[in-house]
């Protein structure tokens, strides 16, 4: 699996082989694999240099972090 950032976007590549081979018992597998690209476009609030990835037991964790400068405050609009 590979993470990349390019013009605010977040760019997930990677690759899932086939796990039967050719003695395997299995018929029918509902399971995907080959080559797979996610794109997801980034917030301007998204601090691109503090973005961390962690792939642990099969599972791709992603933190995108905001960036405290451009952290948009909610205000209060009076009706009239």
């Known amino acids: 699996v590979k993470v990349t950032v390019d013009d605010d976007t ?3 590549n ?6 039967y081979g050719e003695d ?3 018929g029918y597998s509902e ?3 080959g080559s ?3 794109e997801y476009k980034l917030s301007t609030t998204i601090d691109e240099e503090r973005i961390l990835a962690e792939f ?7 933190t995108l972090p905001q960036n405290e ?3 948009k405050i909610e205000k209060q609009i009076e009706i009239t």
Not at 14 to 19: A, Y
Request: charge should be positive; proline fraction near 0%.
């Open 69 to 71: 400068e451009n952290t």
């Open 36 to 38: 797979f690209r996610r």
């Open 10 to 12: 977040l760019i997930i």
């Open 24 to 26: 395997s018992n299995t």
């Open 56 to 62: 642990k037991n099969g599972l791709l964790k992603i």
């Open 14 to 19: 990677g690759k899932k082989d086939c796990q």
């Open 31 to 33: 399971r995907s694999f």
